[in-house]
């Protein structure tokens, strides 16, 4: 494996090793994670632990396998907010909700959920255009603690300003604050949303695709994997799209020089939204 980081301490080829024992001796897969992201992160960890090294740092693992878990926490980014980039949701909104309509039964796949904010801001939607109640949604992450926060549908009040302000700019037309109800600093969302919802673990890189879903919801995910990974990964997002489905990306990812992108056309590009679309369908388009 032959990778480039540009962190002072950590010379590409102790880089290769140290996530090549890690993958060997504990099953840890961060090989296609973009290089300077995970060199950085592990700079921090050797320096809040005092270690000169990777070559150190494996023998302290060694020693310690409960620094795993450190690890897997400070190479996971979990940031999150309610509706974020509501030009997103406003989107999905007017370009995609009118033809999810159209169908009887709807299932939605959020990968990489995070702490659930994404989710319920996109149920919320849903529901306000009377397509909740047909709709199973399904969200998933690989770090089973923000599972855990985001299944509770309780939410820390202190940023709700804003998060009303985003649910206003995506389209909102309610009360935002009838969707939950809220005390000491923190609010919970209505049961009937909250049941709409299976939140279950889930790692993109490692296990098998899940089918077939008229939507999928990738957003923030991909921007730590390498070149190579993103070009699995939407593969396999695109084997678990229906013919036809959607799929929405972060406000800083696009499909324009991924592997797959023939598979797909762009409704919203400022947006990150596509749609999967038949190679036969594009190869007409082209002719
Ligand atoms: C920055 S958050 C994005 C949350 C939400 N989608 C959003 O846009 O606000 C990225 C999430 O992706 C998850 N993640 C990272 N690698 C993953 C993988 N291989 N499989 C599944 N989830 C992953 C992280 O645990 C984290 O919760």
Redesign the pocket.
């Known amino acids: 494996m032959s990778i480039k980081t540009k962190e002072p301490g950590i010379s590409s080829s102790s880089l290769s090793k140290f996530l090549h024992l890690l993958s060997r001796e504990f099953g840890v897969d961060y090989s296609g994670y973009s290089p300077s992201f995970v060199a950085r992160r592990l700079q921090g960890l050797l320096n809040a632990l005092r270690l000169d090294s990777l070559e150190i740092f494996i023998c302290y693992i060694r020693q310690r396998p409960e620094t795993l878990a450190e690890i897997q926490r400070e190479l ?6 309610m509706f ?1 980039n509501p030009g997103f949701f406003y989107s999905m909104r007017k370009k995609v909700f009118p033809f999810l309509a159209t169908y009887p039964t709807l299932k939605i796949w ?6 659930g ?2 989710v319920f801001s996109l149920a919320i939607l849903l529901q306000e255009v009377g397509l909740l109640d047909r709709t199973k949604i399904y969200a ?4 089973t603690s ?1 599972l855990d926060k985001a299944a509770s549908a309780i939410f820390d009040t202190s940023r709700m300003q804003e998060y009303t302000a985003n649910y206003y700019s995506s389209g909102g037309n309610a009360e935002f604050s009838n969707y939950y109800s809220s005390g000491y600093g923190q609010l919970k969302f209505q049961e009937s949303i909250r049941r709409k919802v299976s939140f279950q673990q ?6 098998d695709p899940i089918n077939k879903f008229n939507l999928i ?5 991909m ?3 390498s070149p190579d990974l993103q070009n699995k ?1 939407v593969g396999s997002l695109c084997s678990s799209l229906s013919n036809l489905g959607y799929l929405g990306l ?1 406000a800083t990812e696009t499909l324009s020089f991924n592997k797959h992108r023939h598979e797909f056309a762009a409704i919203d590009k400022s947006e990150r939204i596509y749609r999967k679309v038949s190679l036969s369908e594009w190869r007409n388009c082209k002719n």
């Not at 959020?110 to 702490?115: E, P």
């Not at 889930?202 to 296990?207: C, K, T």
């Not at 919801?217 to 995910?221: A, D, H, K």
């Open positions: 996971s980014i979990n940031y999150t907010e974020r959020h990968a990489g959920c995070s702490t904010e994404e998933t992450d690989k770090d923000v889930h790692d993109l890189i490692s296990d919801l990738c957003r923030n995910v921007i730590y994997f990964v972060g």
